[in-house]
């Protein structure tokens, strides 16, 4: 157990000479040549290195048995004289000097109690001394160490407990046990002890080192470092700026942004983020909440969201507390008009992190410079309690996580040795839009009523929307819905405290995995269908179609793939098979070759661990109705998709690869390419590089809807007036009135800014009782009508003209008078050509008189 008590030390010595002298005044004044004593310089080197020699207990029995007290061997005043001395590291694999992991032990531990066989020695005791001089204990800030084991230690200083990892199944009642976790390969923490557990001249340190079974396979143990950190000025918090600083998104990135970090010291016990316009502008602080500590390292993880930012706007930040900030970082919120980014997908990092990872990032980095994050698809590490694989994580990331939004899903061995995944929720900060009884449909009706049943379903619900919190959510970010799962099924997390009694087949205890995923499955449904963005991209870690010889993932497969297909999400990023495959299901083939619709599935690898391909006989792609495009093993790999409006391009890179690689294409060269093309009106293509989607015609846009209008009153006297008034309408468009059958024009309008407008139209006073039809006529042809009944005038209305009654007068119909109007009630064509003919004749008759008066 690490301690997280503030720590403040004071140089007192040279203080209090100080003080005594000034007290005592001229009476008793020191000589001007004898200056005050200075203080001890605190140790800058290690003061315990690998090379170290240790004093060691190897052959299983007990350094302090009854009636001893259990942890006496621990204290300064223990006689170890007895035991074997050695310099570090120490182990063994299978009774031998040999590799252990990645570690190769200097000196041989005795690896069974007979020497030759299982049952193996349960625990080993080792201890070592070193000195300080007078006056350096009390200048120590804090004593930091980087350990490495395998499988469970505790350390104690000058017999007062430390540090203690894997050490769940320690009793503290005997020191002789097995504990500790089969996690595979050693795991390297970092811990940071208070410094009241050092005294002048020799200290000591003593390590507890078990087995977790009798027949391990392997033990290890090295302090590579043990080193004292100066304290500042009294008062003063230990100068030290945070580290894992790191960029999340929130549910709205245009406005809001989150940031998390880890403390530079043990003794800061509290974190502010600073932040102002990059441009220029007021610095506002605001604090951050403390995530605790968690895992193997004694500092505080810190995280605050700042709201209330500018779209589309440069920020400068830092993080800490006053004394101890880390530098500036700039980031920018958000463009929601913006259509064109980057974003980077990175498979399993894992192993190599100190190696590999930093490589791929910075080729990454360098391939992607419009990035605004990265999408990470689980096991960013090996060993969730190892915080030294953290810390290279992070170290590779430091640039790009300061910068841009790192988007993560959580892998299985994000759970080693971590089953509620403190760690992960402590380095990151992401949007609590979980599911929840509330947001997934018809299944939460599982969880009503009093049944047995039903009391299960419900505790497991409510347990399970508080698990996925931080790793289960999602993100819009410029025209893009990023959206994270949990695909790790493990009853050990997933069942609540408490669990509700049930007995029979219909209790959800029985298939808690395969509800677990059914109970993410109906949020992201509800997810993708209420979608504002264009594109839609899910990563999560464990394939729906797995890769690699001896996986698959049929819960997964049979409940989400469903979801996927249904929705036409865009792309389904995955990881975990340490290998490269991509493809799609085969009901979205088309007939041309190249070309396909539908969800785009990839599985890659980032980081230097390798798998094989599973056989052509039992490939679960193409025994499950899916098609692998490309699949290949040995290669480590990144990807860079580029978004535009109306296409997003993906391009994996090679970024390593083994010697059996199965491709021969050289590092840093595209590996896989494809195009997702998708109009405004949703049709999608995925193209392979080099085939041109297919162009769709523009579909023709529909007409404005007319407005509307109403007449002041359904009939109207021939020769009055009626009202007319519309509404919705284009503002300032010049409206014309029709009065029909044969159209006679009765006035016009113009639409106000409003969209409506109003007038008073005057009916001709010979236009004939009966039904006709009142058109208004907008600028483009298009008109809205509506029926008109008129009927005869009070003072006797002109009647329906008979065949060959005539029609005339003069006069502008808009206000009422008589004018070259035709009638609208019947057929005037007749009479028009009888009175041509008698005009005709008239004249004729008038040109016959003239010629003979003439003559």
Known sequence: MTSSTPVVRRRRSGLASVALIAALGGSLAAPAAVAAPADPEVPDAPLITTGTTWSYLDDGTDPSPSPAAVRDWTKPEFDDSSWKTAVGS?????????????????????????????????????????????????????????????????????????????????????????????????????????????????????????????????????????????????????????????????????????????????????????????????????????????????????????????????????????????????????????????????????????????????????????????????????????????????????NSAVSTNVMAAPGNHEYSGDKTLTTWKANFEYPHNNPAIGSIGELAHLAQGATDVARQYKAYFEHWAQFATETVYYTDYQDVRFIALNATRDTTFLTPNGLPGCTGADCPSTRVAELWTKFQAAWLDEVLATSPSKWNVVTFHQPVFSTSAGRDEPILRAEWVPVFQNNDIDLVLMGHDHTYARGYVNTDATETEGITTGPVYVVSNSGAKHYDLETDEKNVWTNNGATQVLRGAGVTTYQVVDVSEDQLVYRSYLAEKTADATTELPVGAVYDEFTVTKNDAGEKWVTEAGVTPPVSPEPEPEPETPGEIELGAPSVVAGGKISVSGAGFAPGAELVFELRSTPVRVGTAVVGADGTFTAAVAIPANTPAGSHTFAVILPDGSEVTSALAVTPSDAGAVPGPEAGDTAGGAGDPATGGAGDLATTGADSTGLVVGAVLLLALGLGLFAMRRRARTE
């Open 90 to 398: 120490f182990g063994a694999k299978n009774g031998a000097l040999a590799a252990v992991g990645p570690h190769t032990p200097t000196t041989l531990l005795n690896h069974y109690l007979d020497g030759a066989s299982a049952p193996t020695v349960p625990t080993y005791f080792f201890r070592t001394t070193f000195d300080l001089e007078a006056g350096v204990a009390e200048q120590v800030a804090s004593l930091r160490s980087t350990i490495t084991y395998d499988d469970a230690i505790v350390v104690w200083v000058n017999g007062t407990k430390v540090a203690s990892y894997a050490d769940g199944r320690v009793t503290e009642t005997t020191n002789v046990e097995y504990a500790g976790d089969s996690a595979g390969d050693p795991a390297s923490s970092i811990f940071t002890a208070s410094p009241d557990v050092l005294k002048d001249g020799t200290n000591t340190v003593a390590v507890a080192l078990y087995q977790d079974r009798e027949t391990s396979s392997d033990i290890y143990f090295d302090m590579s470092s043990l080193s004292l950190i100066e304290a500042s000025t009294p008062g003063q918090p230990v100068v030290a700026p945070p580290t894992r600083v790191v960029l999340t998104p929130t549910e709205t990135p245009s406005t809001s942004q989150s940031f998390s970090w880890l403390a530079g010291d043990i003794s800061h016990m509290s974190g502010q983020v600073q932040i102002r316009p990059a441009a220029g502008g007021d610095t506002r602080t605001v604090d951050a909440y403390s995530a605790g500590v968690v895992g193997s390292n004694s500092h505080h993880h810190f995280s605050a969201t700042v709201a209330e930012l500018t779209p589309a706007t440069a920020y400068s930040y830092r993080v800490g507390l006053e004394g101890s900030w880390s530098d500036w970082f700039d980031f920018r919120t958000e463009d929601p008009d913006a259509s064109e980014f980057q974003f980077v997908y990175y498979g399993d990092a894992q192993i190599g992190l100190d190696s590999t990872w930093p490589n791929v990032v910075a080729q990454a980095e360098a391939k992607a410079p419009r990035s605004i994050g990265s999408v990470h698809a689980g096991d960013l590490i090996n060993t969730s309690s190892n915080d030294t694989e953290w810390m290279n994580w992070f170290k590779g990331m430091q």
